[in-house]
């Protein structure tokens, strides 16, 4: 995805009112999965939604979570297990790991861990470095997400596969 599409899915979309909040685009979450391993990260919203309801599915997620930029540790970042995940999944909801990128330059293997999560857009930046750098999109628990940072492609940021229909 370009620059701008991530900026328009996370940050101007029209999407569904989800607990009293217009446009619910996305919120933190963690999930852990059948293993007892909890990954953070950001749980983007389909532009119609509905909350499940079948037996078991998750607690409707708080307002003050959705569109919001929070620590993992806030009492608003639920935990879903792996179970809740595949409901919310099957509603259409996506799940962009905080994982880290990697740095090759320095050999050090992952920089940037759990907390962190890095996606190369499609949108290079036209330098002297002969294009050797792009945008990404940045979640961190300390600011929203947002595409206005590139570094260069020495970093291993991931790539999310989109389908287009």
Known sequence: MS?????????????STLNGVSNARYSYVKIQDDNNVITSGLMVY?????????????????????????????????TYSASQWRELEDAGCVFLPAKGRY????????????????????????????CKDAYYLHITQTGAPSTSSYQSYAYGCMVRLVYAY
């Open 46 to 78: 389909p532009d119609v939604f509905a909350w499940p309801t079948t037996t078991g599915a998750p607690a409707v997620i708080s307002a003050s979570n959705i569109n919001a930029q929070l620590a993992w540790t806030n009492t608003s970042v639920p």
């Open 3 to 15: 620059q701008a599409e991530w900026s328009y899915l996370l940050n101007s979309r029209s999407a």
């Open 103 to 130: 740095n090759w330059q320095s050999n050090t293997g992952r920089f940037q861990g759990d907390g962190e999560g890095f996606y190369w857009t499609s949108t290079p930046i036209s330098d002297a470095n002969n």
